[in-house]
């Protein structure tokens, strides 16, 4: 049995819809910016569209389809993750703070005390 990779060849029309699909977002964007004394529907309209045009060129695609597919479970995935409640958010964030304050006391402690050594003790300077 043997234990080769499988490279899956794709069509070059589907790098092409690829291709297409990252220019239909730069134009998007590119259009949002350049129309920038228009209204704000208009700007935002211009976006969307060279997003949706983007989203319909990438989904006409293998690649696209695969990353849409794993944009879903991503999504899916997320739902699972049980989030801490505000109480424990806080809690967590108040350690963090200690923490940090703890920390910045020891080392601005230590980096006295080795200005006391070098300066005073060791080189004789006051």
Sequence with gaps: MSNHPV??????????????????????????????????LVRASVLVAGLLVAIALAWTSTQGRGFLTFAKEAIRETKKVVWPTRKEAMQITAIVFVFVLVMAIFLWGTDKLLEVLLYDVILGWK
């Design 7 to 40: 490279q899956t060849v794709s069509p070059s029309g589907d790098k092409l819809k690829v291709v297409l699909a990252v220019l239909a977002v730069v134009a998007g964007i590119v259009g949002f910016y350049f129309l920038s004394d228009k209204p704000s």
